[in-house]
């Protein structure tokens, strides 16, 4: 977990994490505007374990997530399939935890009991990827996500790689809408009435590479910081991202 020196959170300096805000952005393929970066964070990893647990068709979805990573050159290996989800991820070299649906994915993480195990292996260094759901539940809980709660996890305390919240997909209010309801800053606005965590609201295209304790955010879009009592802050890649987040 994030560790807690007076105001000062020190992100763990093993973690190798890259949360991305959504896994297909308009006139691309599935992760193309991410393949960069995952190569790079994966280094010399050969397979990957995916976890599928955000959409209900697990096996489409990881046949989706294996075609598209050996098209990289990494073998991919299923949760799902597994009959000992945390002696699978112990011996995972890397994890790649999938969008969907970020209540459906927690419950599922609980129901598993693989939470702490995926934290320890961090832990270690072994290289996480999340994409929208799968960086939400990287965070201290999924209390920014954009989903409807179609499931309820035993709690909404997620993984907590990371000491600040997430919103993925974040939008600016279209001047032109004649929506009546709250835009995004709004309800993020409403979440720092109750709760002290920054959060990054994650424009698609953008994504966070957080290593050696460092969280930088990179990509082709940016990103807007929100913090509790503090006017939001406008970022753009490519930008360290821990003094705004501290």
């Known amino acids: 977990m994030p560790l807690l020196s007076g105001r000062l959170i020190v992100i763990h300096p093993k973690y190798r994490l890259l949360l991305i805000s959504n896994s297909t952005i308009f006139g691309g393929g599935y992760l193309d505007h991410a393949e960069g970066e995952i190569r790079n964070l994966l280094g010399g990893v050969r397979r990957v374990m995916f976890v599928p647990y955000a959409l209900w068709d697990r096996d489409a979805y990881a046949a989706k997530a294996r075609q598209r990573f050996e098209a990289m050159g990494y073998g991919v290996d299923s949760l799902h399939q597994s009959s000992l989800p945390k002696t699978a991820i112990e011996k995972a070299e890397a994890i790649f935890i999938g969008g969907g649906n ?5 419950s599922v993480l609980y129901e598993t009991d693989v939470m702490d195990t995926i934290r320890r292996r961090a832990g270690e260094g072994m290289p996480y990827i999340g994409a929208s759901a799968g960086s939400n539940v990287a965070c201290p809980t999924i209390r920014t996500t ?13 993984i907590g790689l990371v ?14 809408s004649r929506h009546m309801g709250e835009t995004r800053e709004e309800r993020i606005l409403q979440f720092h009435e109750e709760n002290e965590a920054a959060v990054v609201g994650l424009r698609e295209g953008a994504m966070l590479r957080v290593e050696a304790g460092e969280v930088c955010l990179k990509g082709s879009t940016g990103a807007r910081i929100f913090r509790r009592g503090v006017e ?5 890649p490519i930008r360290l991202l821990n003094d705004l987040l501290a």
């Open 146 to 158: 954009n989903d409807m709660p179609i499931v309820e996890p035993p709690s909404l305390n997620a």
């Open 102 to 106: 970020s209540f459906r994915l927690l």
């Open 163 to 176: 000491n600040f919240q997430i919103n993925p997909h974040y939008m600016d209010p279209d001047p032109n």
């Open 232 to 236: 939001p802050v406008e970022v753009q």
